[in-house]
Every structure is written in C-alpha cells, then in structure tokens.
C-alpha cells in the first residue's frame, strides 16, 4: 500500500484550490462536464445539476463526488508512469476532445431527455456563479439506449515489447443505490457515492489477428493479484503463465476503489480492493471510519462492471460470445473463481492460480466487504433464493448459480505458498477434497510452487520436469475452448491408492506430508477436438 499511496500524493498534492471556466456537452448517452484546476488540487470536488440556473447548492440536486485522483487521471499516470497524461473525451460532432492540463472532468450518465444546467464546487462551497463554476446554458441530452448507447473511450495506445497491441479504454459508471434502476444498456455498477467513477482496462491483441470478412476471435479476461495492476497482466507479462493471446485478445481489467481510510495516524486516499466483486450499498468512501456491518448488502457492482465490458467487446471487437476464457491470480484467482461460479454459461473455461479459496481481509477489503465473522450477505442468490455470504462467494464449492455444471475449472496452487489468504493450508486441501467428492468436474493441481515465482523450477511449470509441463495453463490454449463444449467429469481421485495425494496441507515439500506435487480430476489428454473446439 505505501508504493500507492505514494504515487498518488506525489501526482495529486491534495490542497484546497478553485475552479473556473466550466464547461458541459452531451455525447453517447452521457454529459461531459469539464472545468479548470490548478494544484495544490482539491481532495474532492461536487457537481450539482438542476432544469433552473442557480446560485445555491440547495437550490439543485448533487450527482456526484470525484475524487482528485478520478476527475484527473490518477489511474493512467500511474500506469502509463505519464504524469501529464489526459483523459480523451467524444464531442457532440463525433470528435475527440484530449483534456489540457489543469482540465478537470466528471462524466453523468443520462437517465432521461431533458436540458439541464451543472454546477462545479470544492466540497465544502456552496456559491455557485454562471460561466465560472455554472455552466451558461442548459445542456441538452437524450435518453436513447437503442441509437445512442453509453460505450468504452479509447485513452491511449501502445505497442509492448513482446509487439502486442495493447488498447488502453475507460469508463464512468453509473452510481444508484437500486440495484436495478439502470439503462438498458447500461447497467448501475457503483452505489451512489461513487457515480461518476471512471474505471479501465487493457485489451492486448494477438500479433497476427485477423478479423477480416467478420471473422470472430476469442477472449480471455485476466484479472490481477492484491498488489497488481491491469498494466501487469498485459500480454508482455507473467512470463510464467504465458498470458499473450495467440488469435485473438486478453482483457486486462483493473480493481481500485479510491477512498480516504486513516493510515500511520493520518487520512489519506487510496486505490483499495473490492477482491473483483464488489463493496456495500451503504459504503461511504469519503468517510475514513466507514466500515461494512450487518445490516448492509454487498453488491457485486466490480462483477457487473466487468460482464458488461464483456457484451462490450462482443459487440465492438470482433468477440466470439462462445470462446470467452477467465485467469486470474492470487486475488484475481478468486475472482475469476466467483463469476465462473456465479455466470457459467457465460464463459468457456477458468485457470485460477495461487487461490486459497478464502475471502481477502485485508484492512482496506475489511471495510468493504465486512469481517469474516460477519459474513455479510451479497446481492447473489442460491438455487433456493437465499443470499449468498461474501465468504461463501470465494470458496471452492458453494454454487452461485441454479446451474449445476461450471466451465472447465482448472486451478494451481503450491505447497510452498504461505501468502496470506491465499496459502497452502489444511482448510484448502479439504475443500479439493470435497470438489473431488461431489464431481465438479474441476481439475486440481499442485506442485511446489510458492506465491510468487522468482524461478519456474516447478513441476507443472516448465523448468523442473520439462516433459511432464503441460501448456494447459498457457493462454493461447484457453483460446480454444467453447462454452458449447461440454467434458466428462473425472472425480474420487483422493481414492486412488496410485493417485498422488495433497496430504493434510502443512506447507513445506519433502517433509512426508503428501506429494509434492499431484492433481485431481485429470485425464492427461482432456482438451478441445480441435483449434476451436
């Protein structure tokens, strides 16, 4: 956490200032409103709107609180390392208009047809002037899902040393706190506190891709560990899992959720975790003793943000909807594992590497998520309708979805590993224990591996027993794999006396606690007929 937060107070010194010259328009389903800073840059600015001008913030209704690190582009200068990096934003004309420095911007997702004046103030102020922090005239919008939808901006573009493409895109979400009270085309995925909040990903492109005369390509969504950003699951990187695409496009997406949390003794900002599902309706980022609590609902607002970039891409990038892969590691393994769990008929196949199978709890998740004992309930529900636990939605066997089967599931994890929640231990052997019983049809592996690979010298990784690696965890080879593909499931391994075994999940290798590497639920050969299943 102190290399972020780091980051952010060197980019955005966080002093009170003014703004002036502000500026609104409407295009693609959303209004742009821009107006001037200058650092030292407020912490947090208000934005009001209102069908009547006005002078008074009690005279309109407020629609959002960006953060300096969201109304500036703290996500991309952190990881383009760019600190005079600008948000790109469409015209009403079709064009794109590049922020100038000092350029601020909120963007509100219209729900209705209407003309409406905006208001820009530092938190905190409550005078509004028209042409200085109000905009002269009404903004003009349309509500009008079929022909004028809310789409992904491209921000930046660059080529990796690996010759990748990578395509860098942004969105602002719409914040509500109901649930179910989004456009057509555009889902709520943030509560209300966070309307507004801008959020990216990366998409890397196979070399040699080839979309011509319609020709559809697959996808797999990678989502990155606690201490990761999408900029390091791009196809350049990860060299132990091979993560380029080989005919089509990787997805990189990005968790942060900025909020104020207290750290050493003072209040600062910072890009926490929602662990790739999501936070409490009630959570106030503004405030720094926030904290989850029974009563409250998470909501997997990270999960429906990421589903609807997935009918993005289906839509606008050549997608094939039947070879839609996950991998993820760490923290990113348990959130693959959840939407594979939660959506199974949406995606073809799950690589989960390095995943306990626990929920994360680290002090900032805390006060997302809730305790463990608290086990807050989430907007999920079960095959009787009842609300899943967010405990529950990380582990390896509670179903989230009245479907029975999943997609293929394949998940590595090491003896070495004592990372965390995400460690080798007794409870996680039980629960391979329990999939192998039930017939899942999920493929388990371990070998020696610790968390973090500083050497590939493991059995299932190239480097200790070269002929017995698998690329089955390679990238390229998820590209293969339909979702109208359906496997036999191979289970009761743990009752094969030939079989190797876990053990009972003491950590270390050599110490005749199991194997030190095995599987279950394999057959060597299971994979795709053939290049597309």
């Excluded at 780091?6 to 980019?11: A, E």
């Excluded at 496009?249 to 910072?270: A, K, M, P, R, W």
């Excluded at 390896?396 to 009245?402: G, K």
């Excluded at 876990?502 to 639920?521: K, L």
Aim: proline content about 6%; overall charge negative.
């Amino acid at each position: 956490m102190k290399n972020i937060l780091y980051s952010i107070l060197l980019l955005f010194p966080m002093v009170a200032h003014t703004q002036t010259n502000i500026r609104a328009w409407y295009a693609q389903g959303q209004v742009w409103i821009l107006w001037n800073t200058q650092s030292p840059y407020p912490e947090t600015y208000a934005i009001y709107k209102s069908e009547q001008p006005f002078t008074q913030a009690d005279q309109a209704t407020i629609i959002g609180r960006p953060f300096a690190y969201e109304y500036l582009p703290g996500t991309f200068a952190v990881q383009t390392g760019d600190p005079d990096f600008r948000y790109k934003v469409p015209k009403p004309d079709g064009s794109i208009y590049e922020l100038g420095e000092n350029e601020a911007l909120f963007v509100a997702t219209t729900e209705q047809t209407e003309s409406t004046y905006y208001g820009v103030v530092e938190w905190g102020n409550t005078a509004f002037t028209s042409g200085i922090n109000l905009t002269t005239a009404a903004v003009h919008s349309i509500y009008d899902p079929i022909n004028d939808p809310v789409t992904c901006y491209l921000q930046y573009t660059n080529i990796l040393p690996t010759g990748h493409k990578a395509n860098w895109y942004n969105i602002w979400l719409l914040g509500k706190q109901n649930l179910n009270d989004g456009r057509p085309d555009y889902p709520v995925m943030a509560n209300a506190y966070k309307n507004g909040m801008p959020s990216m990903f990366i998409v890397s492109e196979a070399i040699n891709m080839d979309t011509t005369a319609g020709k559809l390509i697959p996808v797999t969504h990678w989502l990155h560990g606690a201490g990761g950003t999408a900029n390091g699951t791009v196809a350049s990187q990860f060299k132990a899992f091979n993560i380029a695409p080989l005919k089509g496009i990787s997805v990189s997406h990005n968790d942060d959720f900025f909020q104020l949390i207290f750290y050493e003794n003072s209040i600062v900002g910072t890009t926490s975790r929602t662990v790739w599902f999501g936070y409490t309706k009630r959570h106030n980022p503004f405030d720094p003793n926030f904290h989850a609590a029974p009563g409250d609902t998470i909501i997997n607002y990270t999960q429906r943000r990421i589903l609807w970039i997935n009918n993005w891409l289906i839509r606008n990038y050549h997608a094939d909807r039947d070879h839609i892969a996950l991998q993820g590691y760490s923290m990113g393994s348990g959130g693959v594992s959840a939407l594979a769990k939660a959506y199974p008929d949406l995606f073809s196949t799950v690589c989960a590497f390095n995943n306990g199978f626990r929920r994360v709890d680290e002090e900032t998740v805390i006060s997302i998520h809730g305790t463990i004992e608290d086990n807050l309930p989430t907007n999920i529900r079960d095959r009787n309708n009842k609300n899943i636990g967010i405990n529950q939605v990380f582990d390896m066997n509670t179903p989230l979805s009245s479907q029975r089967d999943l997609p293929l599931f394949r998940t590595w994890a090491g003896k070495n590993d004592q990372n965390g929640r995400m460690h080798w231990g007794p409870d996680l052997v039980a629960q391979y224990r329990v999939a192998d019983s039930l017939g899942w049809g999920m493929q388990i592996s371990w070998d020696e591996r610790p968390h973090t690979y500083d050497t590939l010298l493991y059995h299932w990784i190239f480097g200790k027993l070269p002929l017995l690696q698998t690329y089955r965890d390679d990238l390229g080879y998820q590209e293969l794999f339909s979702n109208k593909q359906s496997f036999p499931a191979f289970f009761n391994h743990r009752l094969d006396p030939k079989n190797n075994d876990p053990g009972t999940g003491v950590q270390g290798i050599n110490m005749g606690d199991g194997d030190d590497w095995g599987n279950m639920g394999w057959l060597s050969q299971l994979g795709p007929a053939d290049d597309h299943g």
